[in-house]
């Protein structure tokens, strides 16, 4: 857990991290059948399920509900109440997950032919960071005839 605070005074808290009902699901309304098949027919999905078992059902109890959230805060900040909890925008992280159920590691870097695969970026400051940049850069360069910069 942690708490944020923005540039406008409040705090935010959380995360949760519940599985999505769709690729690109804010809500937990948000769903498609496809990406619910998709993620049911994926046998790391099962695996995952199993070896997280406890802590999965945990962070989908603590979404549905507010004092077992506050709960979760209060290790943290004791003084914290479930009254004092507003629901916010959330966010949407995609987790590589393998086949065997493993969580990948962030910056799961493959290489095709034609192109370079960042996946698993944890976040888009990572992404956008000047360090990573210069690491694709020195990749694409040591593949082709480009002079290094």
Known sequence: MHFT???????LCGPNAVPALRR??????????RDVFETVA?????????????ICTSEVLRSLSKRRFARSLQALVPAVRSDH????????RAQA????GRLV?????????DAIHVLNAPSPAA????????????RATERS?????
């Not at 690109?24 to 059948?33: A, E, F, K, M, P």
């Open 24 to 33: 690109d699901g804010y809500r937990w309304l948000d769903v498609s059948i």
């Open 5 to 11: 605070r923005t540039i406008d005074g409040r705090v």
């Open 97 to 100: 997950v393998d086949a065997e």
């Open 127 to 138: 992404t956008a960071s000047l360090a990573m940049g210069r690491h694709i850069a020195d």
């Open 42 to 54: 994926y046998s790391g999905t099962w695996r995952l399920a199993r070896t997280y078992r406890s």
């Open 85 to 92: 909890l507003r629901p916010a925008r959330s966010g949407v």
């Open 145 to 149: 005839e480009l002079p290094r910069l």
């Open 105 to 113: 590691d962030d910056f799961l870097i493959i290489e095709t032919q």
